[in-house]
């Protein structure tokens, strides 16, 4: 299956560092997307990088994409509380469907 | 322009009665793909449905859950004789094209069987 399988699976850090997250996925893809989940809520799209990109950018976020090793990474530059949070990394499918790992839970310690 | 709406957010079921979730798109996307979330996990697709027309429902059980999305109206996500096990998150994303697209969530229902 495409499964994005995220690394590690829990990350812990204090307010103003830096966290990265990673993403394997095992076949083809025509673009990847990372997803933000707040405990208990809906899900909130962070970026869409596509196969023929290798980085894109979004206000602190930094997404990487290298197709040859089928992984992803997702940076976090100087966190806040608020980005407490479970992160997803999701390839697209062959219908356009998202495959979801079991995400990243990112807990930032004021 | 609203985002996907989902209803009810939460909703109680008893075992053996049936539990309908319904998904309305955003205006002009015709595509709508359903995830169930359970408790501690990550989503897994289940369903993946165009106006009038399931496309994929690979990843649905094979019994007691059915989807639809009519020509007018919202995608509806039906499960009957709920098991506590079916309790979970269920979300619908729509977009207005597959692949290459970001797609929208709505908030999500939240399925509790008793």
């Known amino acids: 299956s495409q499964q994005g399988e995220e690394d590690p699976q829990a990350l812990s850090i204090q307010e103003g560092e830096n966290a990265t997250m990673n993403c394997s996925y095992k076949?083809?893809?025509?673009?990847l997307q990372w997803y933000r989940q707040n405990s208990g809520r809906g899900l909130v799209h962070l970026i869409l990088?596509?196969?023929n990109e290798r980085e894109k950018h979004s206000g602190r976020l930094r997404v990487t994409l290298d197709t040859s090793k089928k992984s992803s990474s997702l940076l976090i530059t100087a966190s806040r509380a608020a980005d407490t949070a479970s992160y997803f990394c999701?390839?697209?499918?062959?219908?356009?469907?998202?495959?979801w790992g079991a995400g990243t839970k990112l807990i930032i310690k004021p | 322009n609203a985002g996907v709406m989902q209803n009810p957010r939460h909703l109680v079921r008893r075992r053996g009665q049936e539990a309908r979730l319904r998904c309305s798109p955003m205006?002009?996307?015709?595509?709508v793909y359903w995830y169930r979330q359970l408790p501690e996990e990550g989503l897994k697709f289940m369903v993946y449905?165009?106006?009038?027309?399931?496309?994929?429902e690979s990843g649905m059980p094979k019994e007691r859950f059915s989807a639809e999305f009519p020509k007018e109206g919202p995608s509806i996500l039906r499960i009957q004789q709920v098991v506590r096990g079916d309790s979970a998150a269920y979300f619908c994303a729509s977009s207005y094209r597959e692949m290459n697209t970001e797609a929208f969530f709505g908030q999500g229902t939240r399925l509790t069987v008793v």
């Open positions: 076949t083809s893809i025509n673009n």
């Open positions: 205006k002009g996307h015709s595509h």
């Open positions: 999701a390839p697209v499918g062959g219908f356009g469907e998202l495959i």
């Open positions: 449905l165009q106006k009038e027309n399931i496309i994929d």
């Open positions: 990088i596509r196969s």
